[in-house]
């Protein structure tokens, strides 16, 4: 595979806000490490909002403009990123078929996906999706899959990620935010997990742990606070909104991080700490094999398989591990073995930076 890095180019990122600010969150994260590395990115979001406390001081060479839903009069940049099967809107695809069909070179096109450790993404990675109708008809797009293995996209990961945690006073911030040294400190992300109310319940009775909650804004807080019992302990904190690289140094300070969607996840992941996702449920349950996919992919150990089962209601009947030491240990253990096999692997951009330059 060719990862010869490009010169400088123009980005359009396109981005569609369905809920949660996952779909944001990975725009963003993108957007910001193409800045970085010297790209000119144009960020076209419907609903740029969370950006004000998730990425409120901007970033180098990052615009973010409105969704060009009414015409759009410029031109296309070099490369465009369709982010989650969102559909360009009809100006911006007419000016693509435009700048293709003129003197300027086509834009490389790439259609970025959701990411999955199912068997389908090695398959269907960097394979082309020739338009047949309309205005663009004879162009181009390609699938662009991350994932968890070599014949993937990889995710993403800036490349000073390691040099930040390194240098991150993990003690420092506990002590900032109230948390003793023995004190398991459990980070909640989530969406509504009919399990919420039995796994809190048991952690409170649990005499091998002194667990402190960090609970983050918006639906994991409404979710805590619908717990009668949970709205008002003594060991539960709510956080305000916070900004990506703080959210990743909580990541990184808590002993067991519940996450959630797609962006939380890597940043589990990086974070190299236990953690339980909860994956975005989908009517038809295909979430269900997406989850287990990933769960084998990470050679996650049973006990670890069970709260997955629980926190996520599969069917089956998983019971609620006794958290100790030790099995928060195993699952350190785990979640570091699977950081340490993707950390040898290129990041999502990288890869990604060396397919624009062998289809420009």
């Known amino acids: 595979m060719n990862h010869a ?14 809920d949660n600010f996952g779909d944001i969150g ?56 369709e982010a989650f099967g969102c559909d360009i809107p009809a100006p ?6 435009d700048k293709a069909h003129g003197s300027a070179r086509a834009p490389v096109w790439i259609n970025l996906e959701y990411l999955s450790a199912e068997s389908y993404v090695e398959r269907c990675h960097r394979l082309p999706s020739p338009l047949m109708s309309g205005p663009a008809a004879g162009l181009t797009r390609w699938f662009y899959y991350p994932g968890f293995t070599a014949q993937t996209g990889g995710l993403l990961r800036e ?41 809190f319940a048991a952690l409170q009775q649990n005499r091998a742990l002194k667990t402190q909650w960090l609970v983050t804004p918006g639906r994991a807080a409404a979710a805590m606070r619908a717990i009668p019992f949970a709205a008002h302990a003594d060991n539960v904190q709510f956080l305000p909104a916070r900004t990506q690289r703080e959210f990743d140094e909580m990541l990184w300070a808590c002993d067991l991080n519940l996450v959630r969607g797609e962006d939380s996840l890597v940043r589990a992941i ?21 989850l287990l996919a990933f769960l084998d992919w990470m050679d996650a150990p049973p006990s670890l398989r069970d709260l997955h089962a629980l926190w996520n209601d599969l069917p089956g009947d998983a019971q609620m591990p006794t958290l100790d030491a030790g099995l928060l240990a195993q699952w350190r253990a785990s979640a570091r073995s699977a950081r340490d096999r993707l950390w040898a692997q290129p990041d999502l951009l990288s890869q990604l930076l060396g397919f624009i330059a062998e289809k420009s």
């Open 159 to 199: 490349r000073d990620l390691q040099e930040r945690q390194h240098h991150f006073d993990r003690k420092a911030w506990r002590a900032r935010h109230g948390l003793a040294d023995d004190d398991c400190a459990i980070s909640l992300f989530c969406y509504e997990p009919a399990a919420l109310p039995q796994v």
């Open 26 to 81: 990975v725009c963003w994260r993108l957007a910001a490490d193409l800045g970085a590395r010297g790209h000119a990115v144009r960020l076209y979001i419907d609903d740029a909002s969370a950006l004000q406390w998730m990425a409120p001081h901007g970033s180098a060479n990052v615009r973010v403009l409105p969704w060009p839903l009414q015409g759009f009069d410029g031109t296309p940049g070099d490369v465009v990123i």
């Open 270 to 290: 990086w974070a190299g700490e236990p953690f339980v996702w909860h994956i975005y449920p989908q009517h038809d349950n295909a979430h269900h094999d997406k």
């Open 5 to 18: 890095v490009p010169a400088p180019q123009q980005w359009d990122l396109f981005c569609q806000v369905i």
């Open 92 to 97: 911006y695809v007419a000016a693509i078929a």
